[in-house]
């Protein structure tokens, strides 16, 4: 049976995501992580972990355990908060998906982070774009996310971790609040 440990659980897409885990594959076995602890229903119905990523050895021993097969990497700086701080948001976004990857190579785990449509940019063809176009993101957030899709591809090739993405469009939760993207400011309309 699968073990999965996921970052960034209480996030947009972690806070759905959590709830299906669990079914599918019981509630012993996702093992949810986020820097903070809320009273949101996925610290309430089963294993979470307070775990700040950009800590490797923290991340590590949370894998270790629970004795985890998988890691679904979802923490991250969103793009709008990421362009008020772009420091941050490269060494929350990059840090923490190195240290997921490392801790993917060294316990020989399967590997998913989600990639965005920021990683295009204004010169990416909008009609029929291919799966391998030009991306030139201006925004630190687009920056993150082509750098994380060439860190996966690098562990693959070089380590052979099993690593997977998905590029999604804009997200938006019907449980949790925005939380620093770019659909915050349409819900502030």
Same mark, same amino acid.
């Given at each position: 049976?699968?073990?999965?440990?996921?970052?960034?659980?209480?996030? %947009?897409?972690?806070?759905?995501?959590?709830?299906?885990?669990?079914?599918?594959?019981?509630?012993? =076995?996702?093992? $949810?992580?986020?820097?903070?602890?809320?009273?949101?229903?996925?610290? %309430?119905?089963?294993? #979470?972990?307070?775990?700040?990523?950009?800590?490797?050895?923290?991340?590590?021993?949370?894998?270790?355990?629970?004795?985890?097969?998988?890691?679904?990497?979802?923490?991250?700086?969103?793009?709008?908060?990421?362009?008020?701080?772009?420091?941050?948001?490269?060494?929350?976004?990059?840090?923490?998906?190195?240290?997921?990857?490392?801790?993917?190579?060294?316990?020989?785990?399967?590997? #998913?982070?989600?990639?965005?449509?920021?990683?295009?940019?204004?010169?990416?063809?909008?009609? =029929?774009?291919?799966?391998?176009?030009? %991306?030139?993101?201006?925004?630190?957030?687009?920056?993150?996310?082509?750098?994380?899709?060439?860190?996966?591809?690098?562990?693959?090739?070089? #380590?052979?971790?099993?690593?997977?993405?998905?590029? #999604?469009?804009?997200?938006?939760?019907?449980?949790?609040?925005?939380?620093?993207?770019?659909?915050?400011? $349409?819900?502030?309309?």
């Amino acid at each position: 049976m699968k073990r999965i440990l996921v970052t960034g659980a209480l996030g %947009q897409i972690g806070s759905e995501l959590i709830i299906k885990l669990r079914e599918r594959y019981g509630t012993e =076995h996702i093992i $949810a992580t986020d820097i903070r602890k809320n009273g949101n229903p996925v610290v %309430q119905s089963g294993p #979470f972990e307070t775990l700040d990523v950009t800590d490797a050895k923290e991340m590590a021993a949370v894998a270790k355990k629970y004795q985890v097969d998988t890691v679904i990497h979802l923490a991250a700086l969103l793009s709008a908060t990421a362009e008020k701080n772009p420091l941050l948001a490269w060494n929350l976004n990059m840090g923490g998906l190195v240290n997921a990857l490392e801790v993917a190579r060294e316990l020989n785990l399967q590997f #998913f982070t989600p990639s965005s449509i920021g990683a295009f940019g204004p010169t990416t063809p909008k009609d =029929h774009t291919p799966q391998d176009t030009i %991306q030139r993101p201006i925004t630190m957030y687009g920056v993150n996310k082509v750098a994380g899709e060439l860190l996966c591809d690098y562990y693959y090739y070089k #380590f052979g971790v099993d690593t997977r993405g998905l590029r #999604f469009p804009g997200l938006i939760s019907y449980v949790t609040p925005p939380g620093g993207g770019t659909t915050d400011n $349409a819900v502030e309309i």
